[in-house]
């Protein structure tokens, strides 16, 4: 089967950083996503890598290793804003989106 | 701006009744997908279509069902809404396979 793993919760400071797991097993692989969704609106596209490596974008960065079935998602600076749940996808072999439960990061002052 | 729009964003609907969620994107994107949201669980695919005349079962297709007239609009229909239906639904659409999907505020569905 396919199966997406993330923590379901983490907790972090503000001004620290955080890096979120994500761990996978699917039918072939097209890329991984990361989404950020606040509570009770839309997920919206944070990264997309599809070769191993790190991929920087201002405070965030995705890491892959596709040998491992492994990426993260690395938060630095964080605020207050940066509370929501963090989403990984993986794009399987037919081009579908296989999504993980999500991992609701709590930052406190 | 271009955007993506659900409708109505709050249902509450009796089991049995048909109910039909409606979305409609201004990106000019081939591809719309249709997700439910629950407690626990990824986001689950339900439907999706890569153009028009184009519609395809995704992973919990059962009691749903999906047409695509046009390239903005992908309404959602369930057939005889049951409890289990009761979830968040998202309508989402994309450029191409790899690039980032956009998607609705979301339409909280309680069926009673």
């Known amino acids: 089967g396919q199966n997406i793993d993330q923590p379901t919760e983490m907790t972090a400071t503000e001004g620290a950083i955080v890096q979120i797991n994500c761990t996978y097993q699917t039918s072939g692989f097209n890329g991984l996503f990361w989404y950020q969704q606040h509570a009770g609106e839309a997920p919206t596209f944070l990264s997309y890598?599809?070769l191993d490596g790190l991929e920087e974008k201002g405070r965030f960065s995705s890491f892959l290793s596709r040998s491992k079935g492994y990426s993260y998602l690395l938060l630095k600076e964080l605020q207050m804003k940066d509370s929501a749940s963090y989403l990984c996808?993986?794009?399987?072999?037919?081009?579908?989106?296989?999504w993980g439960a999500g991992t609701k990061l709590i930052i406190k002052p | 701006d271009a955007e993506i729009t659900q409708s109505p964003r709050h249902k509450i609907t009796e089991t049995g009744r048909q109910v039909t969620l409606a979305c409609h994107q201004t990106?000019?994107?081939?591809?719309m997908f249709w997700y439910r949201q629950d407690l626990g669980h990824g986001l689950r695919l339900i439907h999706y279509s890569y153009g028009v005349q184009d519609t395809n079962k995704g992973e919990v297709s059962d009691g749903y069902s999906v047409s695509r007239s046009n390239t903005e609009d992908l309404p959602l229909t369930l057939e005889s809404a049951a409890s289990s239906q009761t979830s968040v639904y998202f309508c989402?659409?994309?450029?191409?396979?790899?690039?980032?999907?956009?998607f609705g505020q979301g339409t909280r569905l309680t069926v009673v």
């Open positions: 989402a659409s994309s450029e191409g396979a790899h690039t980032e999907a956009f």
């Open positions: 990106w000019n994107h081939n591809n």
């Open positions: 890598n599809v």
């Open positions: 996808a993986v794009m399987d072999s037919n081009y579908q989106l296989i």
